[in-house]
């Protein structure tokens, strides 16, 4: 009875070809070279029997892969905080805006900032919370003149550009 498996097909090459790297580790330190390259491996050999300098490597050792992810992870970190910080105060300005937009209420804020509640030092600005303050306000009555004026001198922008194509 037989154990493994057989087969009618003949192999056409082998499993192992030569030039792989089972073949050149069997073969020692010897390594195999295309037959044109013979005389450059040769050259680029050290005569036998010569003596190599004796000494510290002129390469460090590289870093292990956990201190390259710290590293990386730090420079992350360093770059995501400041920006997520700077993202979370731009939409609160935007959130403020859009509600004084709506608002009812006789002044009425037109621009203005996030600031850092604890703006004093580097971790303050990081973790201390954000505040909308308002820069500029305007009275209801003066706001919708100037969206009126607005509106007029984009309808005549617009007329002007239907008279100049005719």
Request: glycine share 10%.
């Amino acid at each position: 009875m037989p154990i493994g498996p057989t087969s009618t097909f003949e192999p056409t090459e082998s499993i192992d070809p030569p030039t792989s790297a089972r073949a050149r580790v069997l073969a020692g330190a010897q390594t195999l070279t295309r037959p044109g390259r013979e005389k450059a491996a040769a050259t680029a050999a050290p005569a036998r029997g010569v003596m190599r300098a004796q000494g510290a490597a002129s390469t460090a050792e590289p870093l292990p892969r956990w201190a390259k992810g710290v590293v990386i992870g730090g420079v992350l970190l360093a770059v995501a905080m400041p920006a997520s910080v700077l993202l979370s105060r731009s939409m609160l300005v935007q959130d403020a805006m859009a509600a004084q937009s709506g608002s009812q209420a006789a002044m009425v804020c037109t621009s203005g900032e996030g600031r850092a509640v604890d703006g004093s030092n580097l971790l303050g600005w990081l973790f201390g919370g954000s505040y909308f303050h308002c820069g500029d306000w305007e009275t209801r009555e003066a706001r919708q003149q100037r969206e009126r004026e607005q509106y007029e001198s984009n309808y005549l922008a617009r007329e002007r550009a239907k008279q100049g194509l005719k």
